[in-house]
């Protein structure tokens, strides 16, 4: 009896120790964004906020993640009409709710303006002021200044400009994301505690959502996941390496 314990134990020993070490952890696909910094991108020297916030979660939902790039739009396509994929730092529009599969909000950030001297809490701040205001040409800020018939708007094609015209006064707000706003005027070298923040203009809910043809078997698992990365503080940390200790 003892010897056939023995050579039970000794065949449980052999399979595990040839097993590969994720043999029970499923693998998922998750397009994103080239880059959506500080949430996603592959052109910096960090992966992005949320990309480390969904590898901390895997492991607690038995998953492993394959993470794929693309453009924007042809990842959000690619979400829609491949099943049992998925997609992270989508934005939650009446639009887009019937697209896809609302899985786990993973976090709510802001429209803002930023400036060096004054909280601006409004479009309309700035408008009686008649001071420019800074914002990424295409984005939907810049669909919110144009819907409202905003002068004085300055549109540098990158971030970079952005930084550059606000250290020097060409523009007095720049109209952004909170987030990415403090992780770009951080990344180059600026102390965050000068930047001066408005009220929120609106918040926007970043999820991970999925094709909507995937099975409903993920949202609990992978929900359940995000709350023990929550508890533990691992979400906070991995936001610190990124912005510091700002506000957001």
């Not at 523009?171 to 929120?200: C, E, M, Q, T």
């Not at 503080?233 to 700002?246: A, T, V």
Request: aromatic content about 10%; overall charge positive.
């Amino acid at each position: 009896m003892v010897r056939k314990m023995r050579k039970i134990l000794f065949f449980i020993w052999i399979v595990g120790w040839c097993a590969p070490s994720d043999a029970i952890a499923e693998k998922i696909k998750v397009f994103a964004a080239i880059d959506h910094r500080p949430f996603v991108s592959i052109v910096d020297d960090k992966p992005g906020f949320l990309v480390d916030l969904l590898e901390a979660m895997a492991p607690h939902a038995g998953l492993t993640v394959e993470f794929e790039y693309y453009p924007w739009k042809r990842s959000q396509m690619l979400a829609k009409t491949e099943p049992g994929t998925f997609i992270i730092n989508l934005g939650r529009t009446s639009k887009r709710e019937n697209q896809y599969k609302w899985v786990v909000n993973l976090m709510s950030t802001t429209y803002v303006l930023a400036s060096l001297n004054k909280p601006y809490n409004s479009l309309e701040e700035v408008r009686l002021e008649e001071v420019n205001i800074g914002v990424l040409p295409g984005t939907p800020r810049d669909h919110i200044l144009t819907k409202a018939n905003m002068s004085g708007v300055v549109r540098p094609p990158s971030p970079e400009g952005l930084v550059t015209g606000l250290k020097i006064g060409h523009i007095k707000a720049w109209f952004g994301v909170s987030h990415r706003i403090a992780y770009v005027w951080k990344d180059f070298g600026n102390d965050p505690k000068v930047l001066v923040y408005g009220k929120p203009i609106k918040t926007v809910d970043l999820y991970l959502a999925a094709n909507p043809n995937t099975s409903d078997s993920y949202k609990p698992r992978l929900q359940a996941a995000y709350e023990k990365v929550v508890a533990s503080g691992k979400m906070k940390e991995i936001l610190r390496s990124y912005i510091g200790d700002s506000a957001f």
